[in-house]
């Protein structure tokens, strides 16, 4: 019993500390930035591609016009840089005196390419938008983090899930450009075995379906809600899934309520193109190309990233200043889902910031 006291005092003085915050990080500011005659990798082109952001703070340069203070962070699929606006995130991350303080950092939070307000199927072009890729996002992240915003340099690059797969992306196309990097619930290797097979259900799922009638669909097709299904149960980890629904109604309920949700507020064009996004990711043959310090994070209980595979050992050995850390699951972990609650991993980010200081 006594142990359990101390774990429940535990948990409580973590959720004081995060949600205190909420209040105390300035709230970010919004804009658009419009990248013009934009060639995809696959050699399609938009006449225009919108990426909107978030920023907060202000950047600094050195005596040499180096911006010394920028934070990029990238979202995961289907998400957007709303997602870091909340008190398990930004609460514990952004706060005055906090690691990533607001008035001391530059914060930059995308929506990639397809998510959230930037360019995407739903807006118009549905099936006939072009097919990106992880590639074509992160060129035009780069885009605007220099021509948009005139960063020449970042502090940190981190994400989360595909963020997390962006992040090594940027440390081996752009090795030089940042002081460290933090890839969270992720692999540095193509999306095979399980990860591939569920994310081909959703899209075959939606492709299929009757309804979706070659993305020109009046309501969302059925196959949107297949999708929401299996984002739900892959997103979360057994435990927290079973003390939600410990009876087979509740768990009904839990799935019916969370695919009835999303089926609200998502699109299917969408849905696919971001599942579909990740289908050439492979940054494995050129993890020797990473400069910076790359610190990355997943834990034992992330049903999309299984760390009994064994590929994050065994690849973190290829980068030259690389470091792999796993988190037990325990009470605090959520699955995949734990890369967006801080005070699970914040003290690793702080290592991380101490090593990359400059002097």
């Known amino acids: 019993m006594r142990n359990l006291s101390v774990i429940v005092s535990v948990i409580a003085l973590v959720s004081i500390a995060v949600f205190s915050h909420e209040s105390v990080y300035p709230p970010p500011t919004q804009s658009d930035f419009i990248l013009k005659d934009f060639h995809f990798a696959n050699g399609q082109t938009l006449p225009e591609l919108k990426i909107h952001y978030r920023t907060l703070g202000k950047p600094q340069t050195d005596d040499k016009g180096i911006v010394r203070n920028a934070i990029l962070i990238m979202h995961g699929t289907t998400g957007s840089g709303a997602q870091f606006i909340r008190p398990e995130f930004a609460g514990a991350l952004f706060g005055k005196g906090e690691l990533l303080d607001a008035e001391k950092y530059f914060i930059i939070l995308p929506d990639d390419i397809g998510h959230g307000k930037s360019s995407k199927p739903s807006d118009s072009l549905h099936a006939k938008f072009p097919n990106y890729r992880y590639a074509d996002m992160v060129e035009a992240e780069f885009k605007l983090v220099t021509d948009g915003l005139k960063v020449n340099h970042l502090r940190l690059v981190m994400g989360t899930s595909m963020g997390g797969m962006h992040t090594w992306l940027w440390g081996e196309t752009h090795p030089d450009f940042m002081d460290a990097l933090m890839p969270l619930a992720s692999l540095p290797a193509p999306i095979s075995g399980r990860n591939r097979m569920w994310r081909t259900m959703i899209s075959e799922a939606i492709r299929t379906d009757p309804d979706w009638k070659d993305g020109d669909y009046t309501a969302q097709p059925r196959g ?72 990355a994070i997943n834990t034992a209980d992330d049903l999309i990233n299984p760390p009994d595979l064994g590929i994050l050992e065994r690849e973190i050995k290829r980068v030259k200043n690389g470091r792999a850390i796993l988190i037990p699951e325990s009470d605090q972990t959520r699955g995949h889902g734990t890369h967006t609650i801080a005070a699970v991993w914040k003290q690793y980010l702080e290592e991380l910031m101490k090593q990359t200081e400059r002097p």
Do not use: C, V, W
């Not at 984002?231 to 009904?252: S, V």
């Not at 839990?254 to 969408?270: G, P």
């Not at 849905?271 to 050129?286: G, K, Q, W």
């Open 224 to 295: 949107l809600r297949f999708a929401a299904e299996m984002l739900f149960f892959m997103g979360g980890n057994p435990k927290i899934h079973y003390e939600k629904a410990p009876t087979g109604a509740l768990a009904d309920k839990a799935l019916d309520d969370y695919a009835a949700r999303m089926m609200k507020t998502t699109d299917a064009n969408d849905t696919l193109y971001a599942i579909e996004s990740s289908r050439d990711y492979d940054p494995a043959p050129e993890l020797g190309k990473i400069q910076a310090p790359l610190l």
